[in-house]
């Protein structure tokens, strides 16, 4: 979505062991892309459709979620 809103992020705990400093930078440029208001949170367990549509545990993921008012 090239404008938007808001920004909703939930990252991984696990990123924070894997990228260390560089989380900052990761959230940084997510504000960067839209500059708009924005909220989130560290979440374990990341639950989501894979292959043939099974539920799978994922890994060190991010969702970014852009919010637009009609």
Do not use: Q
């Not at 979505?1 to 990228?19: H, K, N, Q, T, Y």
């Amino acid at each position: 979505m090239p404008e938007a809103d808001a920004v909703i992020v939930f990252s991984c705990a696990g990123r924070i062991l894997s990228l260390g400093p560089l989380m900052s930078k990761e959230i940084e440029g997510v504000k960067n892309v839209w500059n708009v208001p924005m909220a989130g949170m560290f979440s374990t367990a990341e639950l989501g459709r894979a292959t043939n549509g099974n539920l799978e545990m994922h890994n060190l993921t991010t969702c970014c979620i852009a919010l637009k008012e009609k």
